[in-house]
């Protein structure tokens, strides 16, 4: 039987950022083919055109030669370097019957985790070892659940096919949509996503969660000439003032009447030294409504500004978007649902059907409307769990004893809808597929 708590401390001690999770991946491969599932993985699992934000190839190289350092199993990442990191697990029943995905996400976060001895990761021996990288979402919980549903059914004493899908680079939006883009959600019927914590306490389960933030993430580029600052500064074109011409506009962006919105330039970079003009400067700005149309207006100004502004002061520019998500409707009928199969576990003792209490933005809207769009159901749910600290910090950590509950449930969700005769008034799969 899968020892989840050890599981879960081994990948929190190596935590991998967003396409760079190879050590992650390749122990999820080894393990769903350990139990008989059928796995895809590498170019097969994930369409590397519409992969956002990718890391540059030094980084993804020096990620993935640390991984072999580290054990991963050298034929398995080889399929996934270059940042195909996606993993899924397809496993059929004994019967036909619908098609039930799971999703679970594993990258970390390029925060440096705490050292002080009241952080129990620190305490009991398991705090990263890649200095600078952390779990400071809960997603090595996410993967540990995800391998511990995986055992659970591995007896295939169900009707219909399961699919384990386990994601790279939640964190920036950026892995999702990939997923989405080569297939691998086209055939499911029913998909479950959930998340750890969320300032849910331990013991509560909401069946959905309502407030998720559609989001674009750009990178802007400019580029100028450079030109020595005290003796030719007519001659130079300073790239770095235009960015910051774009930074401040762009925060004037008025609010809207018609739905919530934020705006926020989290990175302006440019420049070598106090006396040249800087040639290049990179911008990294995010937008953020409640509706999806309000955002790509957002956006759209965004790129009005950028492009404006780089015109004052005669610069070239290019925009990347290096991460974006949509706003999640749940089916109301898989929210009762989760929480009907929740009441039966033991450990769980509050229930919500949906609450407001989004996190931000998730990308795994874009699997949620993919399966809706052909006539499935899907909902994304919140499993409590007290955490010491806010998510992305240095302290935040899991109560353990959520990742036992939380298979067990994910268990009883699956079994639950992998009958036969399931069926929420959804389309014939038939007619989908």
């Not at 674009?216 to 580029?223: D, L, R």
């Not at 739905?259 to 990294?284: C, D, F, H, K, Y």
Request: a negative charge; glycine letters at 10%; aromatic letters at 6%.
């Amino acid at each position: 039987m899968m020892d989840l708590i050890a599981l879960r401390r081994d990948l929190h001690q190596h935590p991998e950022l967003g396409f760079t999770e190879f050590r992650t991946a390749a122990k999820v491969v080894e393990q769903l083919t350990a139990l008989g599932y059928e796995v895809l993985y590498g170019q097969d699992a994930i369409d590397g055109e519409s992969r956002r934000g990718l890391p540059s190839p030094e980084v993804l190289e020096d990620a993935y030669q640390r991984a072999l350092r580290d054990g991963a199993n050298p034929q398995i990442v080889e399929k996934m370097r270059g940042g195909y990191t996606a993993v899924i697990g397809i496993l059929k029943g004994k019967a036909p019957g619908p098609t039930v995905a799971f999703r679970f996400d594993m990258d970390a976060l390029p925060i440096l985790e705490s050292t002080d001895h009241d952080h129990y990761p620190q305490a009991a021996g398991f705090r990263s070892l890649y200095e600078g990288n952390m779990h400071a979402c809960g997603h090595d919980g996410h993967t540990t659940i995800g391998l511990g549903l995986a055992e659970k059914l591995a007896d295939g004493n169900f009707s219909g096919t399961v699919k384990l899908i386990f994601q790279p680079a939640e964190e920036g939006v950026r892995g999702a949509y990939a997923v989405v883009q080569k297939g691998m959600l086209d055939d499911v019927d029913y998909l479950f996503c959930h998340h750890l914590g969320t300032n849910v306490p331990l013991g509560e389960v909401h069946g959905s969660c309502a407030g998720f933030l559609a989001t674009t993430k750009m990178a802007a580029y400019f580029e100028g000439v450079s030109a020595h600052a005290g003796a030719s500064p007519e001659q130079g074109r300073n790239a770095l003032l235009g960015a910051a011409t774009a930074l401040l506009n762009i925060h004037a962006i008025p609010r809207f009447s018609t739905g919530e919105t934020r705006i926020n330039v989290g990175v302006l970079e440019g420049g070598t030294a106090a006396n040249i003009i800087p040639q290049s400067a990179r911008m990294v700005v995010e937008t953020r409504s409640a509706t999806e149309e309000v955002n790509q207006e957002l956006e759209r100004r965004v790129r009005n500004i950028i492009a404006q502004s780089a015109a004052m002061h005669e610069l070239n520019y290019r925009i990347e978007v290096i991460g974006a998500a949509i706003p999640i409707h749940s089916d109301q009928e898989l929210a009762e649902l989760a929480i009907e199969e929740a009441k039966q576990v033991e450990g769980f003792t509050a229930f919500q059907v949906g609450a407001a209490n989004s996190i931000g933005s998730e990308d795994a809207s874009f699997m949620i409307r993919r399966v809706q769009e052909r006539g499935g159901k899907a909902t994304y749910m919140v499993i409590g769990t007290d955490i010491p600290a806010p998510h992305h910090h240095p302290k935040f950590d899991i109560q353990e004893e959520v990742l036992p509950r939380s298979v067990k449930l994910l268990e009883r969700i699956a079994r639950r809808t992998l009958q036969a005769e399931f069926s929420l008034s959804r389309a014939e799969g038939e007619d989908r597929k």
